[in-house]
Nanobody
Framework: QVQLVESGGRLVQTGGSLRLSCAASGRTFGSYSMGWFRQAPGKEREFVASISWTGGRTFYIDSVKGRFIIDRVNAENTVYLQMNSLKPEDTAIYYC????????????????WGQGTQVTVSS
């Protein structure tokens, strides 16, 4: 069982930066691939980025490539999402998720979810 708690979301201006954190419980965090998803008002939840259990592989949707960076510190049971050059279209609730095994980009592939953190980018 893994429990996930996101933090770091807030109101930021266009062009600003935020660093989201996702703290995981459990001693087996290092065996889980992790993902970040987001859901904007009136829209379906969308994959943002994922990272392998070692941290050696990452994957991003095209709209955030070059702006967002996902990384993890297994010794701290934490995964991060560094978000730079933020745009109003990045406004959403951001969720982290965990799954055993390989990285995934579909929400049904993930077993555990956090409660989400709100990111609002003002124009």
């Amino acid at each position: 069982q893994v429990q996930l708690v996101e933090s770091g979301g807030r109101l930021v201006q266009t062009g600003g930066s935020l660093r989201l954190s996702c703290a995981a419980s459990g001693r087996t965090f290092g065996s889980y691939s992790m993902g970040w998803f987001r859901q904007a008002p009136g829209k379906e939840r969308e994959f943002v980025a994922s990272i392998s259990w070692t941290g050696g592989r990452t994957f991003y949707i095209d709209s955030v490539k070059g702006r967002f960076i996902i990384d993890r510190v297994n010794a701290e049971n934490t995964v991060y999402l560094q978000m730079n050059s933020l745009k109003p279209e990045d406004t959403a609730i951001y969720y982290c998720a965990a799954r055993r095994g390989l990285m995934g980009s579909r929400d049904y592939e993930y077993e555990y979810w956090g409660q989400g953190t709100q990111v609002t980018v003002s124009s």
